[in-house]
């Protein structure tokens, strides 16, 4: 198993920036597809961004496409999610998760979850 520790989140005013860092550890990180996902009170978790192994390939929400940006060092074990622009709508816990090679937008896909972080857009 993964042990995934994500930090970055806080506060920001509306067309601001944050980013959020995503430290694994534990078994290999290597292979993993490795994705953020948020969850706004009372909603139910939603796909935000994914990104191969190799960092070829990104994949985005339609909701985030231009405005974040998901990167990786595979060297520090690191995934990033810079998100730029923000929006109240942003508002949410997220979380960094993983899973074995293959891309998915489905949140039951991914074996290994961080415990969250807050990330509050103020208007």
């Known amino acids: 198993q993964v042990q995934l520790v994500e930090s970055g989140g806080g506060l920001v005013q509306a067309g601001g920036s944050l980013r959020l860092s995503c430290a694994a550890s534990g078994r290999t990180f290597s292979g993993y597809v490795m994705g953020w996902f948020r969850q706004a009170l009372g909603k139910e978790r939603e796909f935000v961004a994914a990104i191969s192994w190799s960092a070829g390939s990104t994949y985005y929400a339609d909701s985030v496409k231009g405005r974040f940006t998901i990167s990786r060092d595979n060297a520090k074990n690191t995934v990033y999610l810079q998100m730029n622009s923000l929006k109240p709508e942003d508002t949410a816990v997220y979380y960094c998760?993983?899973?074995?090679?293959?891309?998915?937008?489905?949140?039951?896909?991914?074996?290994?979850w961080g415990q969250g972080t807050q990330v509050t857009v103020s208007s």
């Open positions: 998760a993983g899973r074995p090679y293959y891309y998915s937008e489905s949140a039951v896909d991914y074996t290994d």
